[in-house]
């Protein structure tokens, strides 16, 4: 299952999308989570819908592989949509029982919640999918240098999101090789009491930390080793360019907002 997951994998192709300025693609993925929120039926959900799948099929990576990506994180999903169709009231009731009511609204918000989520979950894999983590943290830095005005540390938080960028793919793999370790001496991770199962998880809790703990230790005296000493004054090897390309990149995102502000009335 952890190798499937796709957040903080960058899978290189030949793609549009690739080829764009990853402030661009950083700036927009957060303005579209951000629009995502002004649908409100299921004409816009759905144009929302059909423009994150292009965004998908632009990226040229195989639809099925990007939906083994995702789908550990759909009981997440359903899981809340169901905590909010059994508390939402308003409409006709289909059913009720005790402090549990299915309703109408409740229904329709559960409904309008799934898609945001699964909206949401798309577009930021598409970000790391194309986009390489120090290259997203370089965007990060650049799209809040402003802000080093007002003492704020940005060329720390942007070390910081690189490296945790980084290491996603790295603990989960690491995961991955302590349960296979497990499983060979007979642990059993699958069948039991949810008791049981709660305990089984902690033989990988205790190796992969202190798995973790070594790796960041390592990092550190590597980077002192190097004498890093903080972004300011530092001179870069990789320069960010903005292109043509994410400029029209801006103009369809904007073309999206004026079609999603029309669709909303119907």
């Not at 789908?71 to 059994?86: D, G, S």
């Not at 992969?208 to 790796?215: D, E, G, P, Q, W």
């Not at 103009?251 to 669709?263: D, E």
Request: aromatic fraction near 14%; include cysteine; charged fraction near 15%.
């Amino acid at each position: 299952m952890f190798s499937k997951v796709l957040f903080g994998r960058y899978v290189p192709t030949n793609s549009r999308i690739h080829q764009l300025d990853p402030r661009a693609k950083l700036a927009l993925s957060f303005y579209f989570i951000i629009i995502i929120f002004f649908a409100n039926n299921w004409i816009s959900y759905a144009f929302l819908a059909v423009f994150t799948l292009a965004v998908i099929l632009g990226t040229r990576v195989k639809l099925s592989f990007f939906w083994d990506g995702i789908k550990p994180l759909i009981w997440i999903i359903l899981f809340t949509v169901v905590l909010q169709m059994l508390f939402s009231s308003g409409g006709h009731t289909y059913w009720h029982w005790g402090i549990f009511t299915v309703t109408q609204f409740g229904l329709i918000n559960g409904g309008y919640i799934f898609c945001r989520f699964l909206l949401i979950i798309c577009m930021s894999t598409v970000l790391t999918l194309t986009t390489p983590p120090l290259l997203i943290a370089d965007a990060v830095e650049s799209l809040m240098k402003p802000l080093v005005k007002i003492k704020v540390p940005v060329y720390e938080i942007a070390l910081m999101l690189s490296i945790a960028l980084r290491f996603v793919p790295t603990l989960l793999d690491e995961t991955q090789k302590i349960m296979n370790a497990q499983r060979a001496r007979g642990v059993d991770f699958g069948s039991g009491s949810i008791w049981k199962r709660i305990k089984s998880v902690v033989p990988i809790l205790i190796p992969l930390f202190i798995s973790a703990f070594n790796r960041a230790d390592e990092l550190a005296t590597a980077m002192e080793a190097r004498g890093y000493r903080g972004g300011e004054g530092r001179t870069k090897y990789r320069m960010l360019k903005w292109h043509r390309q994410d400029t029209l990149a801006c103009i369809l995102m904007l073309v999206v907002t004026i079609i999603l502000a029309g669709v909303r009335h119907y």
